[in-house]
């Protein structure tokens, strides 16, 4: 029986892994920026602007155009790490060549001296929310930027970037399946990545986790900024992802790297390019001449673009995105005398980001994987497929694998909704909050009435530009709130009814956030014109709560389940052949493929919303809990799926990489079946070799196949 080392000891080495951390994180500072700083030169979106304004969108472009070149690389079967770079230089050198020789560094650097100048200690203030950020990130220890969800994802862009293109399949569940593209862009982004930082599944997500991290506290920070908020800026974008004392979604997501926070980088970017588009007052605004105000192309098109980007990246991100512009056309037009100017720039964004997401997502070989949407009858078509009763809700099973859970029939109505959305404004989510954790009734309507006696406020006393932000705020909120009505009352699948609480939500706190510091910016700004010192009161309010929330968490490697859970896949990836399959007791979205390069029995994508292969992902779920049910007897079952390794999970484990469990076994029960031989053992759980393993010719196979690095 072998055992892994001690956690306590193994600690100091993965932590030790953020200082080897340093080479992949300017690499890729470096993949992103470069070009991002050229391509903002050369169109001058930025022109006038601050420097953190022009750092946000240097880095939402880069991340545009780099994923842009892999997803083109990839249609036409080069992505290569030769030709991606050849391409990455030539286009870089030659933006930047072009910007420089019409003077628009000289420019914009004229910008960036007067706005410090007119506000020193909101720029200071800034860079220090900034700094923090990128502190925090980097103090947590790399291994815990893994999620569940994290290896399928990069899984997925292993296998583009293996195949040099998008692979004819992909091999899940069991079988060979047709890839989805809902999040095409992402995939070829991170498939480029993966030939920049190595496919090492610690490091590359430790890298783009720190990023992400700081690229949207940045891009937040300039958003509220060019709303209007400058002396609140920093304090809005440490709520939004940086307040780990009462974390919302948008925080939780940010400790991992997720597809939601790079959709979120370039979502808020759409929103902050928008906000370049229009015409700024005339005090602030150097590009406004004597014809009064005008339309900005460039911004536009890049809010467009960006906004495109982000429906190939996450869908989810890019319906706030849509929301908050349309938010703040709206407010605009109630509120401001160009409304015209609002409607034409609202208009020419989306539809820019229409053509741009809907080539993204059609160019792209596959499906897009949201037939489950259409209706109640591919589930209904299901049911009968696998011989389940009618009240059986498959999509509430595969996320949580209880089979009464799945039965029970749950009505939604708007009051649910309502207490889901207040619930999420808390940082919780009300379907796994139990009775006695939920909040009472007057707790939860707290944040929405402040949040509406902030808007009054703001009415009363702002001016106009921070007018329009506290409206679009009311409006931006209520969206969010209907949006999640309607999937309640429209669906009866648990996955599409809780889509608002479970998804949508996640964006509750945005509203209350910018109704809070667009009226501490009112108020701020009043006292200021009244009293000397204001703006030094404020940056030291701000960065004395900047100390309190934005506290570095720094997970106990040796109590989490990362360190443990990745020794044990990496020694299976070790010593199972390549052709044999892992049953495990969880199920798990793509930590073999990833880590180890080996096929899992019960591993594949949540296919939640492709009916067909949740047919086939419930089924091999059902047949590998009849297995851990009866393990004496289950020899043929492991022989007709290739099993070549049975994994046992400790109970004590939480998620973190190995996924959701399916089966409970008592702690050893395995050692008694004698064509089960113990070979491993530590504190994630037990690895049992099967003796006289021959992989089933009928298989697909694993060796050589994109994704797996199995020969």
Not at 311 to 324: R, Y
Not at 594 to 619: K, N, Q, S, W, Y
Not at 669 to 680: K, N, S
Request: hydrophobic letters at 50%.
């Amino acid at each position: 029986m072998a055992c892994t080392t001690d956690p306590h000891r193994a600690a100091p080495r993965i932590l030790a892994v953020s200082v080897a951390l340093v080479p992949e994180v300017l690499e890729l500072c470096a993949y992103l920026l470069v070009p991002g700083i050229g391509l903002c030169l050369l169109t001058r979106v930025c022109l006038g602007r601050s420097l953190f304004t022009f750092l946000a969108l240097a880095t939402a472009t880069g991340f545009a155009s780099v994923g842009s070149l892999s997803l083109v690389l990839a249609l036409l079967g080069m992505l290569d790490p030769p030709t991606l770079f050849v391409c990455w230089v030539i286009g870089s050198a030659s933006t930047l060549v072009v910007a420089l020789g019409r003077g628009s560094f000289r420019v914009h650097a004229l910008g960036w001296a007067e706005d410090f100048r007119r506000g020193p200690w909101e720029a200071a203030t800034a860079a220090l929310v900034i700094v923090s950020a990128g502190i925090a990130r980097w103090l947590m220890p790399a291994v815990s930027a893994i999620g569940p969800t994290v290896p399928r994802y990069w899984a997925d862009a292993l296998e583009i970037a293996d195949a040099g293109g998008f692979p004819d399949g992909s091999l899940q569940w069991g079988t060979i399946l047709t890839p989805t593209t809902s999040k095409v862009f992402l995939n070829s982004f991170n498939a480029g990545a993966s030939l920049l930082l190595g496919r090492d599944l610690v490091t590359s997500q430790a890298a783009l986790r720190f990023v992400a991290t700081v690229g949207l506290v940045l891009i937040a920070i300039a958003l509220f900024r060019e709303l209007g908020i400058r002396r609140l800026a920093p304090l809005g974008a440490v709520l939004l992802f940086l307040d780990h004392a009462r974390p919302n979604d948008l925080v939780i997501d940010l400790t991992r790297n997720l597809a939601e926070d790079w959709g979120r980088l370039a979502a808020f970017a759409a929103v902050l390019a928008w906000c370049l588009a229009r015409p700024a007052p005339a005090e602030d605004d150097p590009l406004r001449g004597a014809g009064g105000p005008r339309i900005r192309a460039g911004p536009i098109v890049v809010s467009g673009l960006l906004l495109g980007v982000t429906a190939g990246t996450h869908l989810v991100a890019a319906s706030f995105g849509v929301a908050a512009i349309c938010a703040l056309v709206l407010s605009s037009l109630l509120l401001e005398r160009t409304r015209m100017i609002s409607i034409a720039a609202g208009g020419a964004v989306l539809g820019i980001a229409l053509l741009v997401g809907g080539a993204i997502l059609v160019a792209a070989p596959g499906q897009l994987g949201f037939g489950g949407a259409a209706g109640e009858d591919p589930y209904r078509d299901l049911r009968a497929s696998l011989g389940l009763p009618p009240g059986f809700d498959p999509t509430r099973f595969i996320t949580t694998h209880d089979v009464d859970a799945a039965l029970a029939v749950e009505q939604t109505d708007v009051g649910d909704v309502a207490s889901q959305f207040a619930h999420k404004v808390w940082g919780a989510n009300a379907l796994n909050v139990h009775a006695k954790g939920r909040r009472p009734p007057l707790l939860l309507v707290i944040p929405p009435i402040l949040a509406l006696l902030c808007v009054a406020l703001v009415l009363v006393i702002g001016p106009t530009p921070l007018r329009v932000v506290a409206v679009s705020a009311v409006i931006l909120g209520a969206a969010l709130f209907l949006v999640g009505v309607v999937f309640a009352l429209r669906y009866d699948v648990f996955v599409l009814q809780t889509f608002g609480n479970r998804r949508l939500f996640s964006y509750a706190i945005v509203p209350h956030v910018l109704a809070f510091v667009t009226a501490g910016e009112c108020l701020a700004t009043r006292l200021g014109r009244e009293r000397r010192g204001t703006s030094i009161v404020v940056a030291a309010a701000v960065t004395i709560s900047t100390v309190f929330l934005v506290a570095p968490v720094r997970e106990d490697v040796s109590r989490e389940p990362w360190t443990s859970q990745l020794a044990l896949v990496r020694w299976i990836g070790r010593h199972v052949p390549c052709e044999g399959r892992v049953l495990m007791d969880r199920r798990t979205l793509g930590t073999f493929e990833a880590v180890a390069g080996r096929a899992g029995v019960v591993e594949g994508m949540g296919p939640h919303l492709r009916p067909d292969v949740l047919a086939l992902a419930i089924g091999e779920v059902f047949r590998a809990r009849a297995f851990f049910e009866r393990p004496e007897d289950g020899r043929a079952y492991l022989r007709e799926r290739s099993v070549a390794a049975v994994v046992i999970t400790s109970h004590s484990q939480g998620i973190a990489m190995l996924g959701y469990r399916i089966a409970n076994l008592r702690a050893g029960r395995l050692d008694r079946i004698g064509y089960l031989v113990p070979a491993f053992r530590n504190r994630a759980g037990s690895v049992y070799l099967v003796d006289g393993f021959e992989p089933n010719p009928a298989s697909p196979r694993v060796a050589g196949r994109p994704g797996y690095a199995c020969e």
